[in-house]
């Protein structure tokens, strides 16, 4: 009887089953992580959290199915629950998910009222859980979603514009802020999304995470400027909210208005909803590298060491990222022979990520024919310089402009030089002999000589940094194919003019060989020639601080060392503040110590510009 029972039990077991329907297998956590956050934003399925919302009504299977169907169900479900958090989630995500994969921007903007509406409840005593995951996701789908919601018919740009748009439930009115389009003098448009932006390049990428849709705007001037401004070709870091009140309660109705806001980087970092401050997300290293993409400045690096003239008629060859504000003091970024100022992006990049520097300083970059003479070029600096100290009020309007920082790369550094020395007759006195006013000249060159020759420092400059800088020339240019190259350089006609009035003219003036004489940049970058020579020897003016960065290459004695370009003999120089030694080639300005070393001591010049009254009151206190 025993046996029979036993083998009718073995029978039942068959029949049922060998293994238990609940099983856990021990697995890699990384394994775990992938299916814990995988979503919509993710991938091409749901969260976890969503899949148990859809289950919970018995709408799984129905999405996979009829997905517009299950999001009007459970939209009606939400509606109904006194509180509907997770349903709102849940609804963002499918509406999300569902407009990718149908392309209706419908569908976008309503993920994008959901999301809001789940992380803004009209109940404000049931707050949020930060630790939540679907907090972050929450934002991001809004984000997102906002972005494709707004795209132009031809996908390349998102319309910010008034009106009423279609949603699966009912309409949205949205009214954007007029006035938040104005940037400075100029106002924002041709919004691109930087979420879709994937960058190659630059060293570091930074976003900064918050709400609302990070973008890049154009920019449109009303009207041609010259001079000193902001870069014409420059995109800004933008950010598009879109505020609902009440949110929850207009879903119900099917009618909602929303206010859309614009905000850049430089000027709003947080907003108040429903009385939190919340911070807004943009995406600065994408924004940043598009516009220099797109700006054609690598072109011109070449370009503007043959062709002298080549920024003649070029609206201005100084530019600042943002418009300048009261108590930030400029660090004025000067490129080195045939160069541009793109080749700061990467310090650029990293330093305006510092909060205390982006509080404190703003940069301008200079651009210069990098084959013209060096106190041409130096002159077109001064001069830059001053039309953007008179257009902005000069130190009377804002002392931190009475602070300014001057960073001077390889042939830069010898244009950041010529800023802040009094030269008194001792270049002239180099390539001449005699007196300028007793040369034969027409009015013209005597005075273009005179601007570039007889030099005075600017008292607004209190700080030069000189980057691989050859205070006593560079061996390279010392070489033949180096000189056979600068005779290619087309010089601007009045420097053109004002060598050959001084050769042919004032032949017994000259106080340099003339059968070799040349008045390109590498000639005058020649170890001992007339300029380098006599400027050395000019000291810097006092109340000047100066600090210098040598790279020199490899591992051996720093001493006998060089970067490729300049030997350490010559950009060592007695006198500075400090001077650091990074090992790398020529081309410093993207590694990490220099940068380092760049914010230090831009730290430092803060730090006693405080001490002296001069910064620490201005935008930081303000925030």
């Given at each position: 009887m025993r046996l029979h029972a036993a083998a009718l039990l073995a029978c039942f077991v068959a029949v049922g089953g060998c293994s238990a329907p609940i099983s856990v297998d021990?697995?890699?956590?990384?394994?775990?992580?992938?299916?814990?956050?995988?979503?919509?934003?993710?991938?091409?399925?749901?969260?976890?959290?969503t899949r148990n919302v859809l289950r919970r009504w018995d709408l799984l299977a129905r999405f996979d199915q009829d997905p517009a169907g299950a999001i009007a169900a459970l939209h009606g479900i939400a509606n109904a629950q006194p509180a509907g958090g997770t349903e709102m989630f849940a609804l963002a995500e499918t509406s999300y998910l569902y407009a990718r994969r149908s392309g209706g921007q419908s569908y976008f903007l309503a993920a994008a009222v959901y999301a809001f509406a789940y992380l803004f409840p009209d109940d404000a005593d049931h707050p949020l859980d930060?630790?939540?995951p679907r907090f972050r996701e929450a934002c991001d789908l809004y984000n997102l979603a906002l972005a494709q919601g707004l795209r132009s018919p031809d996908g390349k740009f998102v319309e910010l514009r008034s009106g009423r748009y279609q949603l699966p439930f009912g309409s949205l009115d949205i009214a954007v802020d007029e006035a938040s389009r104005q940037w400075g003098n100029r106002e924002l448009a041709n919004f691109v999304?930087?979420?879709?932006?994937?960058?190659?390049?630059?060293?570091?990428?930074?976003?900064r995470p918050g709400l609302g849709a990070p973008?890049?705007?154009?920019?449109?001037?009303?009207?041609?400027?010259?001079?000193?401004?902001?870069?014409?070709?420059?995109?800004?870091?933008?950010?598009?909210?879109l505020v609902f009140t009440q949110p929850r309660r207009q879903i119900a109705t099917g009618q909602l208005h929303a206010e859309l806001t614009i905000h850049t980087i430089f000027d709003t970092d947080a907003v108040a909803i429903d009385g939190q401050r919340v911070p807004l997300e943009y995406d600065p290293s994408a924004v940043f590298a598009l516009g220099l993409a797109q700006s054609g400045v690598w072109s011109s690096e070449y370009r503007g060491f043959l062709f002298g003239n080549l920024f003649k008629t070029a609206p201005t060859q100084l530019v600042a990222l943002e418009p300048h504000r009261p108590g930030r003091i400029p660090v004025v970024l000067v490129h080195g022979t045939a160069s541009s100022p793109g080749r700061w992006a990467d310090m650029i990049n990293d330093l305006l990520d510092d909060p205390r520097?982006?509080?404190?300083?703003?940069?301008?970059?200079?651009?210069?024919?990098?084959?013209?003479?060096?106190?041409?070029?130096?002159?077109?600096?001064?001069?830059?310089?001053?039309?953007?100290?008179?257009?902005?009020?000069?130190?009377?309007?804002d002392p931190a402009l009475g602070d300014m920082v001057v960073i001077g790369h390889s042939q830069g550094g010898l244009l950041?030089?010529?800023?802040?020395?009094?030269?008194?007759?001792?270049?002239?006195?180099?390539?001449?002999?005699?007196?300028?006013?007793?040369?034969?000249?027409?009015?013209?060159?005597?005075?273009?000589?005179r601007r570039a020759m007889f030099v005075r420092p600017l008292s607004e400059i209190r700080r030069v940094v000189f980057i691989a800088t050859p205070h006593r020339g560079s061996y390279v240019a010392?070489?033949?194919?180096?000189?056979?190259?600068?005779?290619?350089?087309?010089?601007?006609?009045?420097?053109?003019?004002?060598?050959?009035?001084?050769?042919?003219?004032?032949?017994?003036?000259?106080?340099?060989?003339?059968?070799?004489?040349?008045?390109?940049?590498?000639?005058?970058?020649?170890?001992?020639?007339?300029?380098?020579?006599?400027?050395?020897?000019i000291p810097v003016a006092p109340g000047v601080r100066v600090n210098s960065?040598?790279?020199?290459?490899?591992?051996?004695?720093?001493?006998?060392?060089?970067?490729?370009?300049?030997?350490?003999?010559?950009?060592?120089?007695?006198?500075?503040?400090?001077?650091?030694?990074?090992?790398?080639?020529?081309?410093?300005?993207?590694?990490?110590?220099?940068?380092e070393e760049v914010r230090r001591i831009l730290l430092l010049h803060l730090s006693q510009a405080c001490l002296e009254g001069v910064a620490c009151a201005g935008p930081a206190a303000m925030r």
């Open positions: 021990r697995v890699d956590p990384q394994i775990i992580q992938r299916e814990l956050t995988a979503s919509a934003l993710t991938g091409d399925g749901l969260s976890e959290a930060p630790y939540d999304p930087a979420a879709e932006l994937q960058v190659k390049g630059l060293r570091n990428l930074y976003r973008l890049g705007a154009g920019t449109i001037s009303p009207s041609v400027e010259r001079g000193f401004q902001v870069a014409p070709k420059l995109l800004v870091p933008t950010n598009a909210l520097i982006e509080e404190h300083f703003e940069f301008w970059s200079f651009i210069y024919a990098t084959g013209n003479p060096i106190p041409y070029s130096a002159l077109q600096l001064r001069e830059s310089l001053q039309d953007a100290l008179s257009k902005l009020g000069g130190v009377a309007a950041a030089k010529m800023l802040v020395i009094d030269s008194g007759d001792r270049l002239w006195n180099g390539i001449s002999r005699r007196r300028l006013a007793a040369l034969t000249l027409t009015p013209e060159t005597r005075d273009l000589l010392g070489f033949s194919i180096a000189q056979l190259v600068g005779r290619l350089v087309t010089l601007p006609l009045s420097v053109a003019a004002a060598g050959t009035e001084m050769l042919t003219g004032n032949k017994d003036a000259l106080a340099i060989d003339q059968r070799t004489a040349r008045i390109g940049s590498i000639y005058a970058m020649r170890p001992g020639s007339p300029l380098i020579r006599t400027l050395q020897d960065i040598i790279p020199v290459r490899g591992t051996g004695p720093v001493e006998t060392g060089d970067d490729g370009v300049v030997k350490y003999t010559s950009a060592h120089i007695d006198g500075v503040e400090s001077e650091l030694v990074v090992r790398s080639g020529h081309s410093t300005q993207s590694v990490p110590a220099t940068i």
